[in-house]
């Protein structure tokens, strides 16, 4: 069952209507202000089988006796001594109907509600790193979003929830809001991977596998998601093209058949998530909102397909008229509100030659996995990952940037002292290229290292965003006092402003007598003479992106 047909599925079940009916909607066209969203939902969200708007139904809307083996086992709450479940009933609070807390879904007064619980969360909503996303739970449970963007499901988020508890929900209103049908189809995925979330799957590269192949195998390159994987299949995928230029608007469906009828090209290119050791950002300064990533949120691959430059020029785009202009990717993904997954870059960027910008249907030679997009896929090089959008479905020639949620309220760059609640992300610049950055792969932090001859040897990567190439990688073992060189072992043979792909690198670093730790620091410099900062304190923000400080790496020697 794809994930739009379980969202989809009846309501009805043992012949009962529910009228708490969780319907939600988004517009990937325009925004609307939230009392025109109101007043739809109002209009419509009334019936029991209400019609939907551009929408998914999440959840049905029936009840169902809630399994007890998958209520979450976070203890959060204390009643005299008495220990509660996030969600659980308190006997200590008023209970709701669905229809009441249903009426609380504006800024004024906007609460919600997690198994058992009802939250009076209005004075969270500025703060919410989530972005407007919120708005669509207004009078309504969490737990379909929740099911999709798993990272809430932990002890930190379940705390924080019940500290805006004011009531339990009524038994018979309580939903069963499994979501065991949303991941049942994901794909295989390799056990070498180090996983940071499962729902949505999310996994690094290995560090000792990032410096084994100057292409990571495919089952080894890193994962990101933001839902579950769609099913498509490569015979029946179509990619919409549109053209909003000079006036006019124009489309054109093509087929990956049609699409194999242009020039065929090859790029080497690593592609970087934008979080990105945003780990060590959080131990060095504070916690930033996102996926714990190490170093291993990046990977190098060759990508096979046709340059999106030459889909354009044949669909009759403005070579003349790009200031301004924007080129949405939408993705077939959706989240918990049917939303496609979708973000853009500037056109100038798509268009130039240099850019080199991919529309991928193979991956180091081979189709491409569908953790990694098939049967097609955008590659921005040089740009943070979520511009190169997975599991292609349309691409919009525009005057506006994407209006998703992923494009408008996130990958947006904030200073150091800016948190939630101060952040202006209309007016932050969107982040469409990655800063210098490398790292030490082997030995590993806390690791015993071989001494050999005097020396131990260090090896890592280094990558530079916007196709400047790595010019050098320096080594220091002593704090910063002084610096050694190190020397590539695998590099693409790209000129500087066309080079994607990253750089392996090797150093042997002298080891004292009788010197039994040692503390590495690794930074690199790219062809426009940038280098990466010393610390995370002055490049820290609310995201936790572009995290690219000094790699420090301490481990054991052993003689």
């Known amino acids: 069952m794809t994930l739009r047909k379980f969202m989809l599925r009846t309501i009805i079940l043992q012949n009962k209507y529910r009228n708490y009916v969780p319907v939600v909607w988004s517009s990937t066209r325009s925004y609307e202000d939230d009392n025109d969203k109101r007043d739809r939902y109002k209009k419509y969200g009334g019936a029991a089988a209400a019609a939907l708007l551009g929408s998914v139904l999440i959840g049905t809307a029936i009840r169902e006796t809630m399994d007890s083996k998958k209520v979450n086992t976070v203890k959060v709450h204390k009643i005299e001594n008495l220990k509660l479940e996030a969600g659980g009933m308190r006997p200590d609070l008023p209970t709701f109907r669905a229809d009441e807390v249903s009426k609380h879904d504006t800024n004024g007064s906007f609460w919600v509600t997690y198994k058992h619980g009802v939250y009076d969360i209005t004075k969270f909503l500025p703060s919410h790193p989530g972005g407007e996303q919120i708005l669509n739970a207004g009078g309504l449970s969490v737990e379909p979003f929740w099911n ?10 379940f705390e924080l929830l019940e500290t805006f508890r004011i009531g339990n929900l009524h038994d018979d209103d309580v939903v069963d809001h499994s979501d065991e049908e949303l991941w049942a189809k994901e794909p295989a995925r390799d056990a070498r991977l180090l996983v940071r979330t499962r729902r949505p799957f999310n996994a690094e590269t290995p560090p000792q596998h990032q ?45 990956l058949e049609d699409l194999d009828k242009f020039p065929q090209s090859q790029l ?46 044949h669909c009759g785009v403005d070579v003349d008229d790009v200031e301004g202009k924007h080129v949405i990717f939408q993705g077939s993904d959706v989240d918990a509100t049917g ?28 189709a491409l996995p569908p953790d990694h997009g098939r049967p097609l896929r955008a590659v921005v090089p040089g740009a943070p990952a979520v511009r190169s959008v997975k599991w292609l479905e349309a691409v919009t020639v525009s005057e506006r940037e994407s209006p998703s949620h992923w494009h408008q309220k996130d990958y947006r760059s904030f200073n150091a002292s800016v948190d939630w609640a101060s952040a202006d992300f209309a007016g932050a610049p969107p982040v469409y290229g990655m800063p210098v950055t490398s790292a030490v792969c082997e030995p590993q932090n806390g690791a015993r290292a071989p001494v050999r001859g005097g020396r131990v040897l260090v090896r890592g990567y280094a990558y530079s965003g916007g196709g400047a190439k790595v010019v050098r990688v320096d080594v220091s073992p002593d704090g910063g006092r002084t610096w050694l060189a190190a020397r590539p072992t695998h590099a693409a043979g790209d000129s500087p402003g066309r080079h994607y792909a990253w750089t392996l690198w090797a150093c042997e670093v002298p080891v004292q007598p009788g010197q039994d730790e040692m503390e590495v620091w690794v930074k690199a410099t790219d062809s426009n003479m940038n280098t990466q900062p010393e610390r995370f304190a002055h490049i820290w923000n609310i995201r936790g992106i572009l995290g690219n400080a000094y790699h420090k790496v301490t481990f054991k020697l052993q003689h």
């Open 211 to 255: 410096i084994a192949h100057f292409d990571t195998p495919n089952e080894l390159f890193f994962v990101r998601q933001h839902m579950p994987v769609p099913e498509l299949e490569a015979s029946s995928h179509k990619l919409r093209i549109s053209i909003e230029q000079g006036g006019r608007s124009t489309s054109r469906d093509f087929s």
């Open 268 to 313: 080497s290119a690593a592609l970087m998530c934008a979080g990105n050791r945003r780990s060590e950002m959080n131990k060095e300064v504070k916690p930033a909102k996102g996926v714990g990533w190490s170093g291993g949120a990046v990977s190098n691959a060759l990508w096979s397909g046709v340059y999106l430059r030459d889909v354009l020029l």
């Open 339 to 366: 939303a496609n997954f979708s973000t853009s870059i500037p056109l100038a960027q798509a268009l130039a030659a240099d850019a080199r910008v991919l529309l991928a249907t193979r991956m180091n030679g081979r």
């Open 148 to 157: 999709v963007y798993g990272n809430h499901k932990t002890e930190e988020v």
